[in-house]
């Protein structure tokens, strides 16, 4: 048996940060009696002194000076919620040099440099704990690594971002334009002031990066991930795919093929019937599907503070738990086995298109003829309403390789009767 009383250290005393505090002074009597040991929250550093001020602990738990937690003695583990690479990543790496434990919500650094961190860990005898960094409070990265192990992953399916996610439903409840939807999100702090990495897929991507590293046990990186953001998606868009039966999310995709693994984050129709078409607001979910499980979906808050706290702290009970019983190497994620990535334009997929053309007879031939050349076939061609002279059209094509939709788009924006700049979206299939 180790230690009776395992200490902990926090790095951040920001929305996260102090959620977790919150949470441990309103629950931790109840953890303690839970795991039969004691947790104690020894120190938090933040540079800002009001953030620590506001945490209303002892004012000698209290430092401004991150040298104060990291090199304590004293202190087992060390939870890191700066975000984003430096200090963050310099941090982790001390705690570890130090022989501590590493809880931290940071997907930025696990995507980036979580294999390089782990490896450090398991040379150390020691681990780091990073549920927090996908879904918030969404259980997720403990079943990927515990109860589906003995299972084959083939893809996984994400609504991993609660800003877009929150966009898209006010879009398709209200007819929001983008920018209102997200001025809406910004007020109510669905999202950031800068939005940009949610906006722009970059936040789902590396959420995809760490969730595809341990379902597949390959070495997924973000400059392999094909990435398209939001902002191409007209409140029309998501009008006309509820029409035909679809909802509009922004999704992370990861799949094994036989050539290799393929992800991508994009806008994407998923069909009404599907689970993930029901995932509203906020509220983030991920779909699995696997060999033997078949399909499994993760479900509920994907941030927010209070969400997140708990999943950091039960990432520390794991930790104090390897503490406090000796437990030697806990590191799961082995190193990664290379891997060969299928470009999206190698991909066969379904296409949703809207365009305008002028309302004159012979655009729906050059359509077809376009599509049909490069042996694109139309599942329904639809002409929806007039837009001044304009003829307003929605296709939707059967399965199709990527490249060969490309070259038939490229010959219909030949066709001078057709306005530039279609809308095009892809669905899931």
Known sequence: MGKNTVKVGLLGAGTIGKGVVDLYKRNGASINKKIDFDLVLERVADRDENRLKALELEEKKLTTDAAHVLDDPGIDIIIELIGGIEPARSFITRALENGKYVVTANKDLMASYGQELLDMARGKNINIFY????GGGIPLIRPLKYSLVADRIQ???GIVNGTTNYIFTRMAQDDLSLQDA??????LGFAEADPTNDIEGLDAAYKLVIMANLAFGKKAELDRVYI??????????IFYAREIGYTIKLLAIGEELPEGLALRVHPTLVPLGHPLASVSNELNAIFVESEAAREVMFYGPGAGAMPTATAVLADVVEAARCIRFNVADGVIEKSLAETAFVSIQDLTVRFYLRILAEDRPGVFAALANAFGDEGVSLDMIIQKRRVDDMAEIVLVTHEVKEKAFYQALHKISGVAAIKPDPSIIRLLG
Do not use: P, T
């Open 131 to 134: 549920e927090a960094s996908v």
């Open 155 to 157: 893809r996984l399916v």
């Open 182 to 187: 997200l001025s809406e999100a910004q007020r």
């Open 228 to 237: 398209q953001g939001i902002r191409g998606v007209n409140y029309k868009d």
